[in-house]
Structures are given as C-alpha cells and as structure tokens.
C-alpha cells in the first residue's frame, strides 16, 4: 500500500513543482496538463486523480488576487485554466477518487473548481463574508491570518501560527510581491499530520 500523502508536502510541491515528488507515493505526473499554475498526478493502483493548484506565485497572479476580491474569480484567466485542466484530466483519467488541493489563491480555485464528488483540502483560502463550503471540502486556516478571516467557522479547522498579526508585502528577489506573514505561511502546516 502507498505511503499517505501529507497535506503540507503536496501544497509545498504546488510551488516547487517537482514531478517526482510524489512518485513514493504512486502517483505519476502528468506533463501534457501540469504547468507552473497546477500539477496533475493520477496514482494508477488507487485510480485516483490529484490536482493540485498554486496559489499566488508571479506578477499576474496579483491581478487575479483583485479579481477574487471584487467576486469575480470565475472570469480570470486562473480560473479558467484550473477549470479546463481539471475536467481534461477527469476525461484523461476517469477516476474513482479526485482530490483537489490548494492555498490562498489555489485554495479559492480549488473550492470553486470542486465538484460534490471531489474531495477538496484547502488552506489560508480566501472567502467572502457569508461565502459557505461545499460539504466535501476541508478547510483549514492558521489563527491569525488575515487573508481567510472570512472562511466559514463552523467548517474551518484553524491551526496555530506564529503571532505576527500585520500583513507585510515585500518584493522578492523575482520581483513578485508576496505576503511575508507568518501566518499565511505554509509551515504552519508542517506539523500538523493532515492526510488527503
């Protein structure tokens, strides 16, 4: 039987984007329908799908954060692309089991991209006040950041975090402007022995 596959690791990975990351696990990567956005694994002993997404990761990205927040995620071009790759790969693949993973923009992709059937994990996702889950999504935040203040708290698990409180935004070494909060960090996650 594969290994579990621990929540932190395969969000990290959503940045890196390493295809052999998760190869212990049984899972193949997908080069025809992964890029830099999203990563595609299909694990073929338990016919299951993986689709993991990226959150905020370059300039265009930034672009893509105002849309989301004014409600109009589904008109981005992020979107739209997480949206066509994910039924592409269901077509591809026909899964028993699909599990959509994201953070922060992946997360809010993830969530709205997700079918009833699917299995969605999000963290630090960004919502709207009053904006619910779908009943299969697990939803988890760390105490203290800023940018899923508005997650439903009924169905959010929040974890602690670190107690920086004030959003800091800094230019990278790329020229991309990321949040440096402590709280919106995926390291929060290290720890915490979630298993998708």
């Given at each position: 039987?594969?290994?579990?596959l621990?929540?932190?690791?395969?969000?990290?990975?959503?940045?890196?984007?390493?295809?052999s990351a998760l190869?212990?696990?049984?899972?193949?990567y997908d080069?025809?329908?992964s890029?830099?956005?999203?990563?595609?694994?299909?694990?073929?002993t338990q016919?299951?799908?993986?689709y993991?997404?990226?959150?905020t990761?370059n300039?265009?990205?930034?672009?893509?954060?105002i849309?989301?927040?004014?409600?109009?995620?589904?008109?981005?071009?992020?979107?739209?692309?997480?949206?066509?790759?994910?039924?592409?790969?269901?077509d591809?693949?026909?899964?028993?089991?699909?599990v959509?993973?994201?953070?922060?923009?992946?997360?809010s992709?993830?969530?709205?991209i997700g079918?009833?059937?699917d299995?969605i994990?999000t963290?630090?996702?960004f919502?709207?006040?009053g904006e619910r889950?779908?009943?299969?999504?697990?939803?988890?935040?760390?105490s203290?950041?800023?940018?899923?203040?508005?997650?439903?708290k009924?169905?959010?698990?929040?974890?602690?975090?670190?107690?920086?409180?004030l959003?800091?935004?800094?230019?990278?070494?790329?020229?991309?402007?990321?949040?440096?909060?402590?709280?919106h960090?995926?390291?929060?996650?290290?720890?915490?022995?979630?298993?998708?």
């Amino acid at each position: 039987m594969d290994p579990p596959l621990n929540f932190h690791d395969v969000l990290l990975n959503s940045y890196e984007n390493n295809p052999s990351a998760l190869e212990n696990h049984g899972f193949k990567y997908d080069t025809d329908l992964s890029n830099h956005n999203q990563q595609i694994y299909f694990n073929p002993t338990q016919n299951r799908l993986l689709y993991s997404v990226a959150g905020t990761h370059n300039t265009a990205d930034v672009g893509t954060d105002i849309y989301m927040g004014l409600g109009n995620l589904k008109n981005t071009q992020r979107y739209k692309e997480a949206n066509d790759t994910l039924a592409k790969a269901k077509d591809k693949y026909n899964p028993k089991k699909t599990v959509i993973v994201g953070s922060s923009l992946g997360g809010s992709i993830a969530s709205k991209i997700g079918k009833r059937e699917d299995d969605i994990f999000t963290y630090n996702k960004f919502s709207h006040i009053g904006e619910r889950l779908i009943p299969n999504e697990k939803a988890f935040r760390a105490s203290g950041d800023l940018v899923s203040i508005f997650n439903p708290k009924s169905n959010t698990k929040t974890i602690s975090a670190a107690t920086k409180i004030l959003p800091i935004y800094l230019p990278t070494y790329s020229g991309v402007i990321r949040n440096t909060t402590e709280q919106h960090k995926l390291k929060n996650l290290k720890n915490q022995n979630i298993y998708i």
